[in-house]
């Protein structure tokens, strides 16, 4: 299977580099797509017709607007699309252009999180009382473009936590496109928008990111935990990441297991 890599940041330049070096068995590295941007110098770099033109599996790595952008068209030529960006699909219109039927298929990453296969079966035995998803992270990471100077002066220099949104998993992992993808993979995994609440708290002590997931419902009553230590280079994102999405490639290939 070969694989192009969408993005070279925090997710996409290790996970390159993890593909490059043979990480996992059946998955070959075409190239990392870099629209324009100055291609690293120990990776190949592709142009998305290029990527198109080799790849089996293009994996996007690039943030929720590329997604938007980019992801219909990898679908449309027939090409599989792998994401980490799944907080895209919480627009309507992206979601129709993305799971439209009759072209490549797409794959979901667990990305930070754990639990969601636990998650989506329960979702099929039927229904749920409550899904609530807490997401705390170092403050500072969590000042957003919306936010009025006031608040992100307050978000930079709060000296205890501070619950900055409680909502729908919808508007959450719109709001904080960097640091709440996981409520829309919650969501997606459960298979409802509306039953899912999010919440995203600033911690100014928080040297890692959490996220808590409860679940009650037909199947029984969940509580998953994960405390990640965050990416060196980008800390809206944690270190595990590139490591989540070479399992989805291994899982992809049909290489579940893997022994080191
Ligand atoms: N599902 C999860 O658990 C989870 C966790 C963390 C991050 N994410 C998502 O992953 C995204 C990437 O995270 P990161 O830490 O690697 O970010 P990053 O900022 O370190 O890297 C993003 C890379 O994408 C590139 N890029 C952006 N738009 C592009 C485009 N249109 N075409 C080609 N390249 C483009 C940038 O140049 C950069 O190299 C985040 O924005 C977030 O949406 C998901």
Same mark, same amino acid.
């Not at 990111?209 to 969940?222: C, L």
């Given at each position: 299977?070969?694989?192009?890599?969408?993005?070279?940041?925090?997710?996409?330049?290790?996970?390159?580099?993890?593909?490059?070096?043979?990480?996992?068995?059946?998955?070959?590295?075409?190239?990392?797509?870099?629209?324009?941007?100055?291609? @690293? #110098?120990?990776?190949? /770099?592709?142009?998305?017709?290029?990527?198109?033109? %080799? $790849?089996?599996? +293009?994996?996007? &790595?690039? *943030?929720?607007?590329?997604?938007?952008?980019?992801?219909?068209?990898?679908?449309?030529?027939?090409?599989?699309?792998?994401?980490?960006?799944?907080?895209?699909?919480?627009?309507?219109?992206?979601?129709?252009?993305?799971?439209?039927?009759?072209?490549?298929?797409?794959?979901?990453?667990?990305?930070?999180?754990?639990?969601?296969?636990?998650?989506?079966?329960?979702?099929?035995?039927?229904?749920?009382?409550?899904?609530?998803?807490?997401?705390?992270?170092?403050?500072?990471?969590?000042?957003?473009?919306?936010?009025?100077?006031?608040?992100?002066?307050?978000?930079?220099?709060?000296?205890?936590?501070?619950?900055?949104?409680?909502? @729908? #998993?919808?508007?959450? /992992?719109?709001?904080?496109?960097?640091?709440?993808? %996981? $409520?829309?993979? +919650?969501?997606? &995994?459960? *298979?409802?928008?509306?039953?899912?609440?999010?919440?995203?708290?600033?911690?100014?002590?928080?040297?890692?990111?959490?996220?808590?997931?409860?679940?009650?419902?037909?199947?029984?009553?969940?509580?998953?935990?994960?405390?990640?230590?965050?990416?060196?280079?980008?800390?809206?994102?944690?270190?595990?990441?590139?490591?989540?999405?070479?399992?989805?490639?291994?899982?992809?290939?049909?290489?579940?297991?893997?022994?080191?």
């Amino acid at each position: 299977m070969t694989v192009a890599v969408l993005g070279r940041g925090a997710i996409g330049g290790p996970l390159a580099r993890a593909l490059r070096d043979g990480a996992v068995p059946g998955a070959r590295l075409a190239g990392v797509i870099t629209r324009g941007a100055e291609p @690293p #110098a120990d990776l190949p /770099a592709l142009t998305l017709a290029d990527a198109l033109a %080799v $790849a089996d599996l +293009v994996v996007e &790595a690039a *943030g929720q607007d590329a997604l938007a952008e980019l992801g219909p068209k990898v679908l449309a030529a027939g090409k599989d699309l792998l994401v980490v960006s799944t907080g895209a699909l919480a627009d309507d219109a992206v979601f129709a252009a993305l799971t439209e039927p009759r072209q490549g298929r797409l794959h979901l990453s667990s990305g930070a999180v754990g639990g969601l296969d636990l998650l989506a079966a329960a979702g099929l035995m039927g229904p749920w009382r409550s899904v609530c998803l807490t997401t705390t992270k170092k403050a500072a990471t969590l000042v957003q473009p919306w936010m009025s100077p006031e608040q992100a002066r307050q978000v930079r220099e709060a000296d205890q936590p501070v619950e900055l949104m409680r909502g @729908p #998993a919808r508007e959450v /992992a719109r709001s904080f496109p960097k640091s709440a993808n %996981v $409520a829309a993979s +919650v969501a997606l &995994a459960v *298979g409802a928008w509306d039953v899912v609440e999010a919440a995203v708290v600033a911690d100014p002590a928080a040297s890692l990111t959490s996220h808590v997931i409860t679940a009650e419902g037909a199947a029984g009553r969940y509580r998953f935990e994960m405390c990640n230590h965050p990416s060196p280079t980008t800390p809206t994102t944690s270190g595990i990441v590139p490591y989540a999405v070479l399992r989805s490639i291994a899982a992809i290939a049909g290489r579940q297991v893997m022994f080191r």
